[in-house]
């Protein structure tokens, strides 16, 4: 079972950048940064980044992100939970 993915889904950062093969700018993920937490969304370049960049299968992230969120709304029922508790008393 896929667990405690929050703590690695938090490490790696959206970020802005321009697109090696064409100068566009875009929003996304910095290839290496995904490959420290989640290397098997990502295919490794090789030396001329310009031939043969890193790249990511963007795909494969919604499943993690999916158990993110269901961490994420976990965490939230619980804090409820307890505030409720909380007011209760």
Not at 12 to 32: L, S
Not at 39 to 57: A, C, I, S
Request: hydrophobic share 40%; no cysteine.
């Amino acid at each position: 079972t896929t667990s405690d993915v929050a703590e690695k889904i938090k490490n790696v950062e959206v970020r802005d950048y321009e697109r090696i093969r064409n100068n566009k700018a875009e929003m996304g993920f910095i290839a290496q940064e995904m490959y420290a937490e989640f290397p098997l969304f990502v295919t490794e370049g090789g030396d001329d980044v310009k031939e043969n960049p890193w790249t990511m299968d963007y795909g494969r992230l919604t499943p993690i992100l999916w158990k993110g969120l269901q961490e994420a709304l976990a965490k939230i029922e619980a804090l409820e939970a307890r505030v409720a508790e909380l007011e209760a008393n």
